[in-house]
């Protein structure tokens, strides 16, 4: 890969996504320059490029993926296109930041990291969450067993999609609520545990088209830690993601890891250390930080100039589809195969 001293940036849809995830923290980074964008639809591509200032439309994802000013491309479409127009950049040369989740399923991505790795490309997942100061401070906190052993850590994330016509209803575009949802909860407890579970049971509750609505499922960690995670997108949910972690020696809560920024509370519950103390010493976390997707492409760019160390990338992509796979699996929900 070629260091860079400015990032510059084509967009591969006018998805909802791209104007919190790229174009804003773009224009509060220097170094990131939106350059180009290509979309189905041509118009609804100027529409966006006008509205946004981008510089360029493009006519094809083709030509975008090929564009000789372009380092880096940001992949915000359907699941079921992560993996030919990723290939497609990491084959003309290009870096890519591919929304979540990276791939249908663990060949898919582990098709896309070694190629990534044989063109001397990043690829990197958009877990945005990972890049905040909060899970930083996470991880900071088990790793100095603040709370003890891991015996147990759970993560859900639900979220209500009343429109049952959405994307992430459809079957063949990589829909479902462990594809959209619980690949989150998924990589929380994965990244806390710095470990690789086994997937132990599951269970959805699935429309005709086999998409399932909800999902929830037990995983053991190499530790003996047990892992659960759940996901909902049934209409008339209440939204919630949260990460609760119990250990030997107290408990970690973090209401909203997914976007801090938006508001969270962090409580560390520690067991008493002397006899004198009475109940547990319940502490609340606060820590700065700009959005996660902000702190998200500042690293990105960063990797772009030779520094810092890529964190949701190479194996770790295809090691978080392998436990979706086996989830699915286990709740009997066919896997996510192309025809």
């Known amino acids: 890969m070629s260091l860079i001293k ?58 975008l993926v090929e564009d000789a000013e372009l380092d880096l491309i940001y992949n915000a479409l359907p699941a079921s296109e992560h993996l030919p127009w990723t290939m497609k950049a990491l084959a003309a040369g290009k870096n890519v930041l591919c929304e979540k989740p990276i791939a249908l399923n663990a060949d898919e991505a582990q098709d896309m990291v070694e190629l990534a790795a044989a063109q001397g490309c990043l690829m990197i997942e958009a877990f945005h969450y990972r890049y905040h100061p909060v899970i930083a401070r996470v991880l900071e906190l088990l790793a100095n067993n603040a709370i003890g052993e891991i015996k147990l850590i759970e993560g859900v994330f639900n979220v209500a999609i009343e429109n049952t016509q959405d994307i992430r209803y459809q079957k063949a575009l990589g829909g479902g609520a462990l594809m959209d949802l619980g690949c989150y909860p998924v990589h929380w407890l994965r990244t806390c545990m710095g470990a690789e579970p086994e997937i132990l049971s599951a269970s959805a509750s699935v429309t005709d088209s086999d998409v399932d609505i909800s999902l929830s499922g037990e995983m053991v960690f190499p530790s003996g830690a047990v892992g659960r995670i759940a996901c909902s997108m049934a209409p008339g949910l209440k939204m919630e993601n949260v990460l609760r972690i119990q250990g030997t020696d107290g408990s970690l809560e973090v209401i909203n890891p997914l976007v801090p920024h938006f508001g969270y509370k962090m409580t560390l519950r520690q067991r008493p250390q002397h006899e004198d103390q009475q109940g547990d010493l319940k502490q609340d976390i606060r820590v700065t930080g700009k959005s996660t997707y902000h702190h998200q492409l500042d690293a990105v760019v960063e990797l772009m100039s030779g520094q810092g160390t890529q964190i949701t990338g190479g194996q770790d992509c295809v090691n978080n589809m392998r436990a979706i796979d086996s989830l699915y699996r286990a709740a009997g929900v066919s896997e996510f195969r192309r025809n």
């Open 6 to 63: 400015e990032c510059r940036i084509g967009l591969l849809g006018a998805a909802r996504i791209t104007p919190p995830a790229i174009i804003l923290p773009a224009q509060d980074n220097p170094a990131a320059k939106l350059v180009a964008i290509a979309a189905r639809d041509n118009e609804r591509a100027r529409h966006f490029a006008a509205e946004h200032h981008v510089n360029r439309v493009v006519e094809s994802y083709q030509a």
